[in-house]
């Protein structure tokens, strides 16, 4: 979407903050609190009924107090009944998009919705790009801006959000802290009575800074347009979604034999797969795909090797993979006889590959460079990391450290863990093939050098293999939809 | 809402291109015969009407008729159960097609989505096992080939005890014919093709058809 108001939104030259508090707890203080934490460098005005000085910055008292042209964004924190004068006010001062977290409206009944309605109309006649009512605010790393009533900031990233539920731009924002695949912008739709999800979708899908968009639904007004929407976005971008409320759907639907059939979300989910819209069933997937997406390219075909330094890890691998759309490939002979020359012969020489221990200071990053390199090979996975490191914590913190040679022993692993993370992700950049790499030690003990190298150089360190055979089969499900469809 | 019988069903899908039986629509045990005769045996007759639907509880379906003494002995049969509320009758005979795995195709408007085009696997078992998938009409060749891929028991698509592999082109054919169906006329509301019949040899059948159309 070309529309020059998400331009405001998004990267706005000012914001007015209308409403602001001396009180720590309401959202006219929280908001304006988050705009100057996180850093925004654009000029910031505060307004109110009764003026004096909020977080150092003088409240106007009346809108037109501040230049023409100074501010472009508004973010409303009046209470619904007096926000027709207040978009009035922002528009004849150069204001063009306006968010409002203020309640009262659509959600509120028959009365709320009649003044909904009459500012969706007040706000087209002005040509105010119109966010809200009833939502939590936007977020927009390019710019560091942080307008929202609830934290948290997130790292900046190349995954844009929207979303219907507010809550849930904050589970998304505080796993993108957690995984550290940042986020470009994010937004609650709120009631949504102007600007819908899709949207914010279609702004993200022609955004340079937003390479995925990640978003939240439940009802949809108009499924065929809702369709149309979506995969006009999907032909642009990867667009991942999370649904709610799925059950509500197909009640409605039991009237003839294929109707009894179709009473759950099927529909839905076959809507997703036509689109080309990557479904996920559950935050955490949801989250992890669009990580995924926004840091490692596109597989061009789906075959996969596992590399593991320990046998379990891969058996368990090999089942998830038989239950999704990649394969688990035989391992091409010249390949195994390369690998031969690399471990002793007690390797699996199979896929998984299984090192059984018989790898030596070199070995991983030779062997994920050559494994990637392969031209049968479209995707890697890669178990394992983090044990000496883990090891080395134990001899970190008792009470030998650092005699005994565990000094230069506890060296020594963190900064192969370190090597082994930097060599997946060289290897995935040599080859432009997608390389993951999963431990539990990602969430149990998040301070490992394995994990904390896999973050630093810009990827997802997976919680277990299964999540990471999840994202790799939505990045291939979406790239195949691409290319039998004749899509670059 | 008024369902077509199941001859003009069956005409309605065939002319958008869902492969049907070939059979005939007749008025007497004689050119029931005839009908017989020009198919080969083993056929099915079948009592049908614009009024009819329930054929098999009322025992309107007769089956694995081998020769034209049996076919036309049913066939008067036939007519002579036929009731007054079920308007203009005729008999339809057709061959007796046999498999032992069914699917079946459809189209079905979503309240949400609006028309959308069904494929799942079919049989008694069919409402419990719910392995079926949708997509918007209308659809193109690589979403009807996709349908085919997302259904969970694609060991009922490959070789099966003994049986050829489906052939998925005419799979691929009934959906698309039904996507066509959907476009063509607006008054359709749903559409039921039930069985669709996988022979031994993997050839697939619209073996009966139900279209339902707005009033």
């Known amino acids: ?488 | 809402m008024p369902t077509l019988s199941e001859a003009t069903s069956k005409r309605v899908l065939a002319e958008a291109g869902v492969p049907v039986l070939d059979e005939r629509v007749v008025a007497s045990a004689s050119e029931a015969g005839d009908a017989a005769d020009a198919l080969g045996y083993p056929v099915v007759a079948k009592l049908c009407g614009d009024a009819i639907s329930h054929k098999t509880e009322r025992g309107l379906v007769r089956l694995r008729l081998a020769t034209r003494e049996q076919v036309e002995q049913a066939a008067d049969e036939l007519l002579a159960a036929a009731r007054p509320e079920d308007g203009d009758v005729a008999v339809l005979v057709a061959p007796m097609v046999s498999g032992n795995r069914e699917l079946i195709a459809g189209l079905h408007r979503d309240p949400q989505f609006g028309m959308t085009v069904m494929l799942g696997v079919g049989g008694v078992l069919a409402e419990a096992v719910k392995d079926v998938t949708f997509r918007l009409v209308p659809i193109e060749r690589v979403d009807a080939e996709e349908m085919i891929e997302d259904l969970s028991m694609q060991a009922l698509l490959g070789p099966f005890r003994g049986e050829a592999a489906v052939d998925r082109e005419r799979l691929v054919a009934v959906l698309l014919g039904l996507s066509a169906a959907a476009q063509a006329d607006p008054r359709i509301v749903s559409a039921d093709v039930n069985p669709l019949i996988v022979a031994a040899d993997g050839s697939v059948t619209a073996v009966d058809a139900l279209v339902e159309v707005a009033s």
């Open chain 1, 1 to 488: 979407m070309s529309d020059a108001r998400f331009h405001a939104l998004f990267d706005p030259k000012g914001v007015i903050v209308a409403g602001v508090s001396n009180h720590p707890a309401k959202f006219g203080f929280v908001t304006l609190h988050n705009i100057l934490a996180s850093g925004y460098e654009g000029r910031v005005f505060a307004a109110n009924r009764e003026g004096g000085t909020v977080l150092g910055i003088e409240a106007l008292t009346s809108i037109s107090d501040v230049p023409a042209g100074a501010a472009d964004l508004v973010f409303v924190c009046t209470p619904a009944s007096a926000n027709v004068e207040l978009l009035k006010e922002c528009a004849s001062v150069g204001v063009k998009a306006a968010f409002l977290t203020s309640a009262g409206y659509g959600e509120a009944g028959d009365e709320g919705k009649r003044m909904e309605d009459e500012l969706v109309a007040l706000a087209d006649e002005l040509g105010i790009l119109l966010c809200g009512p009833n939502g939590q605010g936007v977020v927009s790393t390019p710019s560091k801006l942080c307008a929202q009533i609830v934290a948290p900031y997130p790292p900046a990233g190349r995954i844009g959000i929207a979303s219907q539920s507010g809550n849930f731009v904050s589970s998304f924002m505080n796993l993108s802290i957690q995984t550290g695949v940042g986020v470009s912008r994010a937004v609650s739709a709120g009631n949504a009575a102007a600007t819908t999800v899709p949207d914010y979708l279609d702004f993200y899908a022609d955004d340079p800074a937003t390479a995925v968009s990640l978003a939240y639904v439940e009802g949809i007004r108009d499924g065929r347009a809702f369709f149309d929407r979506v995969r006009s976005i999907a032909e642009r971008k990867p667009l991942v979604l999370l649904k709610g409320g799925a059950s509500t759907y197909g009640q409605k639907a039991a009237a003839s034999h294929t109707g009894a059939l179709a009473a759950d979300d099927t529909v839905f989910t076959g809507m997703c797969r036509q689109a080309g819209v990557t479904r996920a069933a559950t935050v955490e997937e949801a989250y992890e795909a669009a990580a995924t997406f926004a840091t490692q390219p596109l597989p061009r075909g789906n075959r996969v090797v596992v590399m593991t330094t320990a046998g379990g890890w891969g058996v368990v691998t090999a089942d998830a993979i038989a239950k999704t759309s990649l394969e688990l490939v035989a391992l091409p002979a010249d390949l195994k006889a390369q690998i031969d020359t690399k471990l002793p012969p007690r390797w699996s020489r199979n896929n998984p590959v299984d090192l059984a221990a018989g790898e030596t200071r070199d070995t991983i990053p030779e062997l994920l460079d050559l494994i990637t390199g392969h031209p049968d090979v479209d995707a890697v996975i890669y178990l394992g990391l983090g044990i000496q490191s883990n090891q080395a914590r134990l001899m970190r913190q008792g009470r030998f450290y650092p005699d005994e040679g565990l000094e230069r022993i506890v060296a020594y692993h963190e900064r192969q863990d370190t090597r082994f993370a930097e060599a997946a992700a060289q290897a995935s950049a040599t080859y432009d093939k997608p390389v993951l790499t999963a431990t539990e030690l990602a969430v149990a003990l998040p301070d490992n050098p394995g994990p904390v190298a896999v973050r630093a150089t810009g990827k997802v360190c997976y919680a277990s293999s299964n999540r990471a055979v999840a994202a790799l089969d939505h990045l291939w499900r979406y790239a195949r939809w691409r290319q039998r469809r004749g899509l670059s």
